[in-house]
């Protein structure tokens, strides 16, 4: 699976970043129901963005503009979220090489940084973590995978 590797001159935990594809995810919440969402949508696709995934009749799209994603959720999250996705690439194909979710967590926690949520160290394949940025907004690193 590529575990553990990374790019001459730069540590494992820079690398699989680097190699996975990242997006924001923005909650979003209009009391008066979808109009708020929808609008948020239009002004996107009015800078270029199109949809790539989900389902608007569930309150959940991704828009991408070229590599770039955003997604959006209405009252699923309780924060905007950044989100990692180690294993894919920017059309959420898989990638030939990356670090595994749970060597970058062992990596991160032996430098200090406290894990919101966990990944089973103990697993392979799909699995996901969390950290909190200062401002105590979600950061997941999630692998598909």
Same mark, same amino acid.
């Given at each position: ?8 001159? $730069? ?9 996975g594809? !990242? ?14 969402? $929808?609008?948020f949508? #239009?002004? &996107?696709?009015?800078?270029?963005? !199109? ?22 959720? =209405? ?6 979220? &950044? ?9 959420? #194909? !898989? ?10 967590? $062992?990596?991160? !926690?032996?430098?200090?940084? =406290?894990?919101? =949520? =966990?990944?089973? #160290? ?17 950061? &997941?690193?999630?692998?598909h995978?």
């Open positions: 699976m590529g575990a553990g590797r990374s790019t001459p001159g $730069r540590s494992a935990a820079t690398a699989s970043v680097s190699k594809a !990242k997006h924001g995810t923005w909650r979003v919440f209009d009391q008066l129901g979808c109009q708020g969402y $929808r609008g949508e #239009e002004d &996107l696709r009015k800078v270029g963005f !199109k949809v790539f995934a989900g389902d608007a009749s569930q309150n959940w799209l991704i828009l991408k503009n070229g590599d770039h994603a955003i997604g959006l959720f =209405q009252v699923v999250f309780e924060k905007n979220i &950044l989100t990692v996705n180690l294993g894919w690439d920017s059309n959420a #194909e !898989k990638v030939a090489s990356f670090t595994d979710v749970r060597d970058l967590q $062992r990596q991160l !926690k032996a430098q200090g940084v =406290q894990l919101h =949520q =966990q990944a089973d #160290e103990s697993t392979t394949g799909p699995a996901s973590f969390v950290a909190l940025d200062p401002d105590g907004n979600p950061i &997941l690193v999630d692998q995978v």
